[in-house]
């Protein structure tokens, strides 16, 4: 199953660990979370790590305070920082999701986040471009003020400029979204990155699928950047 905040509810996870033990099921897994649930429970991340928890995926977005706020992220870089820090302190991996695309955002911004990102030396880095997907606060307010580029719901992929930016045209935001994976991915040590387990005897056919998810992300995000470098030749062109 998926759940896109599994840490929201520690009581919860608690009781998911309880019955990972009870039943005697021995899998290796992941989960969504936020940096400032991990930093308030930092006992909730040394359980989940005791039942097979290898992997945590947070909404980091941003090396911005500012640009924070604009996604009323409610978490600041400090937390960030800790939040990091406690999962490594239990072995367990971190993925970094970044936004950029703010309609505020400057070229400087961005790649002041992607600084950010190779300081807080996620094991993966994910940069997607903001979007203001149909339904959300966000839609509504870039509707009302006219700040949508276009209503191809094709391109509501986080993948694609969607909102007019203040300082950055379209291309430049896809040129810098490029940028940002080149930025991160130069060091390859990540891609060869011996990963622990937290001591757990892992079966090998569980240990393959856990590094078969890694390089899959690792492929998804190659395949992002060739992508977008060939939209924007094909513009240029």
């Not at 097979?52 to 400090?78: A, C, M, Q, T």
């Not at 509501?156 to 991915?185: C, E, G, N, V, W």
């Not at 090998?204 to 939209?231: A, P, V």
Request: glycine fraction near 4%; include cysteine.
């Amino acid at each position: 199953f998926l759940d896109d905040n599994f840490t929201l509810n520690p009581k919860r996870v608690y009781e998911f660990a309880y019955e990972l033990e009870k039943r005697n099921i021995d899998i290796i897994w992941w989960c969504f979370s936020r940096a400032d649930t991990i930093v308030k429970n930092e006992a909730m991340v040394k359980r989940m790590a005791e039942v097979g928890l290898y992997r945590v995926f947070l909404g980091l977005e941003s090396g911005s305070e500012d640009v924070l706020d604009d996604y009323n992220k409610h978490i600041s870089l400090n937390q960030q920082v800790e939040a990091i820090k406690i999962l490594q302190k239990y072995g367990v991996l971190v993925h970094g999701s970044f936004i950029i695309g703010d309609e505020n955002e400057t070229e400087e911004m961005i790649m002041n986040t992607v600084k950010w990102a190779r300081k807080l030396n996620p094991d993966l880095a994910q940069f997607s471009v903001l979007c203001p997907f149909p339904g959300t606060k966000l839609y509504e307010d870039m509707e009302r003020e006219g700040k949508l580029l276009h209503h191809n719901w094709q391109g509501f992929d986080a993948l694609h400029p969607t909102i007019k930016m203040k300082y950055l045209k379209p291309k430049q935001l896809q040129k810098l979204t490029i940028k940002s994976y080149r930025k991160f991915y130069v060091n390859f040590e990540k891609l060869f990155k011996k990963e622990n387990l937290n001591g757990h005897e892992i079966k090998k056919s569980k240990l393959k699928e856990n590094k078969d998810n890694f390089f899959e992300t690792m492929k998804s995000s190659i395949n992002l950047y060739m992508q977008l470098k060939k939209e924007i030749l094909k513009k240029v062109n």
